[in-house]
């Protein structure tokens, strides 16, 4: 397969993932909204057929069970489909995802992140596989619609307006480093993205708490305690700090070998430093002055507001050794 295949291939796959991830967008939401409603009345239905048990013996519970729900195995099998439908059409989309960056980077033959497109590609890739990950080890499939909404609108705009044409790198790109340190980077913004996520729905779940509005059958209270949302977000932003500092101090060694000095005051140098800047006081004022709950989180999403600015500000509005990216 020739260099022009394999583009048009990558073109093909993205298509193909942001048609997937828009579906599982809506089978999270329909999840989230819907699913754990399933669940509450297949409980208590199952408690009424315990309590016929009791009071009519079998027989009876054969009948109140019936009545009470039709077919006993019918709402459990509803109430999973949503979530079901969601995870595997997420991870066809994270499949596709993956194919995007493999055939871009076979026909370019380097990293295929090295213009804006590319690398917002990547981050909404590493943002989804860190959602993955997050949701099997702490079952937080309730982020599952708003980080799809993220990818979604990421891919969009990196097809609509960051396209670029499979091309060669500039000179300071052809180099090993731009696996090492740009991919650190990556990683930890796609890990940033889902504290993000988790440290907003924090914000308006203890907002709801606090002024007693959180309705029972809502979907903020369908998802965990405002408390651990909180915990969520200072997890993932443990994991991500130090990715995000290894790619500041390896791209500081490549900067040297590409440039004569490690450190130049470039608007991208500087506002990496920033957001690591902010990052590190969030973390410290958590571990040191038992910072928690709202202070830390609007100190979380300064972080992160810094962190979007860096991508998306400094290419755009200023100019710098950066600006091929």
Request: net charge neutral; glycine share 8%; hydrophobic share 55%.
């Amino acid at each position: 397969m020739g260099d022009a295949d394999l583009a048009n291939l990558s073109d093909k796959l993205m298509l193909t993932t942001v048609v997937l991830y828009i579906i599982a967008m809506v089978a999270y939401a329909a999840d989230l909204g819907f699913g754990r409603r399933r669940a509450k009345l297949a409980a208590d239905a199952e408690v009424e057929a315990k309590v016929l048990v009791g009071a009519a013996g079998a027989e009876s519970v054969d009948a109140g069970t019936a009545e009470a729900s039709g077919d006993g195995a019918e709402p459990e099998r509803t109430q999973i489909e949503p979530a079901k439908l969601a995870i595997l059409l997420n991870v066809l989309g994270w499949g596709a995802h993956l194919g995007v960056l493999v055939s871009r980077g076979l026909a370019a033959n380097r990293w295929p992140w090295a213009n804006m497109y590319e690398f917002l590609t990547a981050i909404s890739f590493a943002a989804v596989t860190a959602f993955l990950v997050v949701m099997l080890r702490y079952r937080a499939r309730y982020l599952g619609a708003f980080v799809m909404v993220a990818a979604v609108v990421a891919l969009g705009v990196a097809n609509i307006w960051l396209y670029d044409e499979v091309g060669p790198v500039s000179p300071a790109l052809n180099s090993y480093w731009i696996a090492i340190h740009v991919s650190a980077a990556i990683v930890a913004t796609g890990a940033f993205t889902v504290a993000g996520a988790a440290t907003i729905l924090y914000l308006v779940k203890s907002r709801a708490e606090g002024r007693g509005t959180l309705r029972e059958h809502g979907i903020l209270a369908r998802m965990p305690s405002s408390d651990g949302l909180d915990r969520l977000a200072n997890g993932v932003t443990m994991f991500a700090f130090p990715i995000w500092t290894a790619a500041i101090i390896m791209g500081a060694i490549w900067a040297d070998q590409a440039w004569g000095r490690y450190w130049g005051w470039d608007p991208k140098e500087i506002w990496s430093f920033i957001t690591w800047v902010i990052y590190a006081a969030y973390l410290h004022a958590r571990a040191t002055a038992g910072w928690k709950g709202r202070k830390a989180a609007v100190l979380a999403l300064i972080a992160f507001a810094a962190l979007m600015f860096n991508f998306f500000g400094v290419n755009y509005m200023f100019s710098g050794l950066h600006s091929y990216a």
